[in-house]
C-alpha cells in the first residue's frame, strides 16, 4: 500500500486522492496527504458539474461526505476549482445541505455568484429547497450599515420569483398547496427584504 500511494504521489498527479475522497476512505487520505499529495490534484476522475475536473473537496463535497470535507478543510485545501466554486456549488446540486453549509462558513455568502446559469449561492438553495442553508445565506448575507443593500434585495427577490415559479406552477396549473418548505423559504425571504413585485 505504501509504495502505491508513493509512486502515485510521485508519478500519478496524486490521483488516489479523489479516489479515497468518492470513497469516503480517510485513512487512505491522511497517508496520501502526509507523503505529500497534492490536496488541490484534478487527477483520477472525469471531468463532472460544468465539464471540470474535480478536486478531492469537489468529490467529498458531491457524495455529502461531511467528515472528508472537513479533514480537506483542515489542510489548506482551495474552494475553487478553475475559478469557481465548484465544491460548494456540487454539495448544493445534490442537495448535502451540512456540507454545503461547512462550505460556506468563510466567506460572505449571500450575493455570490457561481455561475451566471445558476445564479446566488442563494438563488441555487431556494430553488434545491434547503431550508437551513437559505436561513443561513439570509443571516449571513451581505450588509451595508445595518441595512440591506440593493443588490441584496435584489438577488433576494430573485430568488423568491424563481422558486414560485418552479413549485407554484406547472403547465398553467396552479398548485393548490405549497410545500412546507416552499412556505418557510417564502417567508424568511420577504422577511429579509425580498419584493414580491420586482422582476
Known sequence: ????VRHNVRHGGSSLLNYAARGNLKRMARIILHLGGDVNTQRGLRPGFMDKRPTP???????GHKRMVRMLLETGVSHFVD???IPLAVAISNRHEDVALILSQEFDSGDLFLTKARGTVLQMA??????NLVRYYLEHGPRCR??????????????????LQKDASKSDIIKRELHADVYEIVLMLLRHGANPDLR
Open 126 to 131: 431556494c430553488r434545491m429547497k434547503l431550508v
Open 83 to 85: 475559478g469557481m466554486r
Open 1 to 4: 500500500m505504501d509504495y502505491i
Open 57 to 63: 473537496l469537489a468529490t467529498a463535497a458531491s457524495h
Open 146 to 163: 445595518g441595512s440591506v443593500n440593493v443588490r441584496s434585495v435584489h438577488d433576494r427577490s430573485t430568488a423568491l420569483f424563481q422558486l
